[in-house]
T-cell receptor, first 114, second 113 residues
Framework: DTGVSQDPRHKITKRGQNVTFRCDPI?????LYWYRQTLGQGPEFLTY????????KSRLLSDRFSAERPKGSFSTLEIQRTEQGDSAMYLC????????????FGPGTRLTVT | GENVEQHPSTLSVQEGDSAVIKCTYS??????FPWYKQELGKRPQLIID?????GEKKDQRIAVTLNKTAKHFSLHITETQPEDSAVYFC????????????FGEGTQLTVNP
C-alpha cells in the first residue's frame, strides 16, 4: 500500500499515561499534517511539517502534545499525561509542495482514554 | 482564524435526486476549497476541489461552485446513488502557504433506494 499509514490503529490507555502515534506519509510528500477528529465533527488541525521543520501549531496543541518529524519522513505525535478529553481519532495527512496540494489522509489512530 | 460553516447537517434524498451542500467561510485570503467524503470508520477522501480563480468545476455527477464575493461554496451531486451515502466535509485553506485545512462540521447524506 503506497498511501499514508498510521500505527497503531487503536489505542486504549488509562488517564495519566503517555502515548505515541506514528505516521508514515506517501514517500514523495514533503508536507505532513496532524488533525484530530471527534465523533460527529470535522477534523481539527493540530500541526504541520514541511520536511523536518514544524511550521505551524494550533492552539489546540497544548504543552502535553508534541510532534516530531526528525528526518523529514515519518512523524510521531506524543501525548503526555493523557486526559479523557484526548479521546478522539488522530488523523495524519500528507501532501506535496510541488503537486496539487491535495492532502491525502491516513486511516487514523483511535485513542480511548479510560 | 478561518471559520467554515456547513449546512445542512443531515440530508436525506431519494435515489436519483440531486443533493446540495453549502458552506461559508470567513477568511477572505482562503483560496483553496476541497470537499472530502468520509464513510463510516474510514479515512476522509477528496472528491473534488476548487481554487479561487474559477467559479465552477465539474467531475461527472459531482460539481462545486464558488462565490468569492459572498464567501460561499457548494457541492452538487446529481443522480444520487445509495453508495453516495456518507459524511461530506467542506474545507478551506490558504493554499499558497501549504497550511492547515479548516473543515466544516460535516453533512450526513443518506440516499434512500
Amino acid at each position: 500500500d503506497t498511501g499514508v499509514s498510521q500505527d497503531p490503529r487503536h489505542k486504549i490507555t488509562k488517564r495519566g499515561q503517555n502515548v505515541t502515534f506514528r505516521c508514515d506519509p506517501i514517500s514523495e510528500h514533503n508536507r505532513l499534517y496532524w488533525y484530530r477528529q471527534t465523533l460527529g465533527q470535522g477534523p481539527e488541525f493540530l500541526t504541520y511539517f514541511q520536511n523536518e521543520a514544524q511550521l505551524e501549531k494550533s492552539r489546540l496543541l497544548s504543552d502535553r502534545f508534541s510532534a516530531e518529524r526528525p528526518k523529514g519522513s515519518f512523524s510521531t505525535l506524543e501525548i503526555q499525561r493523557t486526559e479523557q478529553g484526548d479521546s478522539a481519532m488522530y488523523l495524519c495527512a500528507s501532501s506535496s509542495s510541488g503537486g496539487s496540494d491535495e492532502q491525502y489522509f491516513g486511516p487514523g489512530t483511535r485513542l480511548t482514554v479510560t | 482564524g478561518e471559520n467554515v460553516e456547513q449546512h445542512p447537517s443531515t440530508l436525506s434524498v431519494q435515489e436519483g435526486d440531486s443533493a446540495v451542500i453549502k458552506c461559508t467561510y470567513s477568511d477572505s485570503a482562503s483560496n483553496y476549497f476541497p470537499w472530502y467524503k468520509q464513510e463510516l470508520g474510514k479515512r476522509p477522501q477528496l472528491i473534488i476541489d476548487i481554487r479561487s480563480n474559477v467559479g465552477e468545476k465539474k467531475d461527472q455527477r459531482i460539481a462545486v461552485t464558488l462565490n468569492k464575493t459572498a464567501k460561499h461554496f457548494s457541492l452538487h451531486i446529481t443522480e444520487t446513488q445509495p453508495e453516495d451515502s456518507a459524511v461530506y466535509f467542506c474545507a478551506a485553506s490558504r493554499e499558497t502557504s501549504g497550511s492547515r485545512l479548516t473543515f466544516g462540521e460535516g453533512t450526513q447524506l443518506t440516499v434512500n433506494p
